[in-house]
């Protein structure tokens, strides 16, 4: 991966659910109080420029380009985004261009890195791993998210909040055990930030040139009308692993690698077989895994070596006792 972001991937971090960044987690900044400089010794600085060293390189390596995302489906909802985004458009139709396409509504639980197949398949199992955990917070209990009111990242980023309720607590306890669940692989996934589940419905970064033209946040005023209302209620149901990078399915939503379905909602026939299909690729990519790691053992590799040797000797005496055969015959 390039140290650089590619615009898609950065166009979906600036929408990442976490607004409250912790300062004195990401630069070291404690509350113990700081040493005279006379008496600070060398040893001490030198560990402290070694600790900002690591904590800069583990924030440069991690460049998140998989998320686990909760898909919104309801058409009341649906409906609603688009009322709002009509709203803003016709404020100022230059934002037409930063409205998020129908189809990529989702609340984002975790955001994570997976660089090749291998790790995906990794990401994969720990989001099937994560399917009991998300029934035991539940409870046998449909998790019920209502949206209500609009509000803004830096006025940057349009989003829909939630509304208050213990929902949001079951949210959190869910995205925390999946972060647990994906570091337990050996997954870079989470960050050292607040989690604020949302719904973004526009983004100024979308379309650059919209600065460029002295668009360079977004007007209260627009959305004024969608401050206190009620989108509607989502059943959680369906957790997603999803790429930031790949292209989009036909339907607007992003590539995914993986679901599981959990709640109550009813399933339809489709989803069963999603699901079915998905466990069975699983099982086969587990299968070619173990292979693969198998034939790395050296004894493994020695013995293949060995039999293909004895199996060339076995070939070379068929075909000299073939043609003494022959001979005698002849």
Same mark, same amino acid.
Request: glycine fraction near 6%; aromatic fraction near 8%; proline fraction near 4%.
């Given at each position: 991966? /390039?140290?650089? *972001?590619?615009? /898609?991937?950065?166009?979906?971090?600036?929408?990442?659910?976490?607004?409250?960044?912790?300062?004195?987690?990401?630069?070291?900044?404690?509350?113990?109080?700081?040493?005279?400089?006379?008496?600070?010794?060398?040893?001490?600085?030198?560990?402290?420029?070694?600790?900002?060293?690591?904590?800069?390189?583990? %924030?440069?390596?991690?460049?998140?380009?998989?998320?686990?995302?909760?898909?919104?489906?309801?058409?009341?909802?649906?409906?609603?985004?688009?009322?709002?985004?009509?709203?803003?458009?016709?404020?100022?139709?230059?934002?037409?261009?930063?409205?998020?396409?129908?189809?990529?509504?989702?609340?984002?639980?975790?955001?994570?890195?997976?660089?090749?197949?291998?790790?995906?398949?990794?990401?994969?199992?720990?989001?099937?791993?994560? $399917?009991?955990? #998300?029934?035991?917070? *539940?409870?046998?209990?449909?998790?019920?998210?209502?949206?209500?009111? #609009?509000?803004?990242?830096?006025?940057?980023?349009?989003?829909?909040?939630?509304?208050?309720?213990?929902?949001?607590?079951?949210?959190?306890?869910?995205?925390?055990?999946?972060?647990?669940?994906?570091?337990?692989?050996?997954? *870079?996934?989470?960050?050292?930030?607040?989690?604020?589940?949302?719904?973004?419905?526009? $983004?100024? /970064?979308?379309?650059?040139?919209?600065?460029?033209?002295? #668009?360079? $946040?977004?007007?209260?005023?627009?959305?004024?009308?969608?401050?206190?209302?009620?989108?509607?209620?989502?059943?959680?149901?369906?957790?997603?692993? %999803?790429?930031?990078?790949?292209?989009?399915?036909?339907?607007?939503?992003?590539?995914?690698? /993986?679901?599981?379905?959990?709640?109550?909602?009813?399933?339809?026939?489709?989803? *069963?077989?999603?699901?079915?299909?998905?466990?069975?690729?699983?099982?086969?990519?587990?299968?070619?895994?173990?292979?693969?790691?198998?034939?790395?053992?050296?004894?493994?590799?020695?013995?293949?070596?060995?039999?293909?040797?004895?199996?060339?000797?076995?070939? %070379?005496?068929?075909? #000299?006792?073939?043609?003494?055969?022959?001979?005698?015959?002849?």
């Amino acid at each position: 991966m /390039s140290e650089e *972001l590619d615009s /898609s991937t950065m166009d979906f971090l600036e929408e990442m659910p976490f607004t409250t960044v912790e300062i004195k987690v990401d630069y070291g900044i404690t509350d113990t109080p700081r040493m005279n400089s006379k008496i600070y010794s060398e040893e001490n600085e030198g560990s402290r420029k070694d600790q900002k060293k690591k904590r800069k390189k583990k %924030c440069k390596d991690f460049q998140p380009n998989y998320f686990l995302s909760i898909p919104i489906i309801n058409k009341e909802i649906i409906k609603g985004i688009k009322s709002l985004q009509n709203e803003v458009i016709q404020q100022d139709k230059r934002l037409a261009q930063a409205m998020v396409s129908d189809g990529s509504f989702h609340v984002t639980l975790l955001v994570m890195q997976l660089l090749n197949e291998d790790e995906v398949t990794m990401g994969i199992d720990a989001l099937l791993e994560l $399917k009991p955990f #998300v029934e035991e917070i *539940l409870q046998g209990e449909p998790l019920i998210i209502p949206f209500q009111g #609009v509000d803004t990242f830096r006025n940057q980023i349009g989003f829909i909040n939630l509304a208050e309720g213990d929902h949001i607590n079951s949210l959190l306890e869910i995205a925390e055990v999946a972060k647990r669940t994906f570091q337990a692989k050996g997954i *870079l996934a989470g960050e050292n930030r607040s989690f604020k589940p949302h719904l973004t419905f526009m $983004k100024l /970064s979308k379309a650059p040139w919209l600065r460029k033209n002295g #668009v360079k $946040k977004i007007d209260p005023e627009f959305y004024e009308k969608f401050i206190s209302h009620r989108f509607g209620e989502e059943i959680l149901y369906r957790i997603d692993l %999803c790429s930031m990078e790949k292209k989009k399915q036909s339907n607007g939503y992003y590539h995914t690698e /993986s679901s599981i379905i959990v709640g109550q909602k009813p399933i339809g026939i489709q989803d *069963l077989i999603n699901e079915a299909l998905q466990r069975e690729r699983m099982y086969r990519k587990s299968k070619v895994k173990q292979i693969k790691e198998l034939l790395l053992k050296p004894e493994i590799q020695a013995k293949i070596r060995r039999e293909l040797f004895e199996g060339r000797l076995t070939h %070379c005496r068929d075909q #000299v006792n073939n043609v003494d055969f022959i001979a005698t015959l002849t």
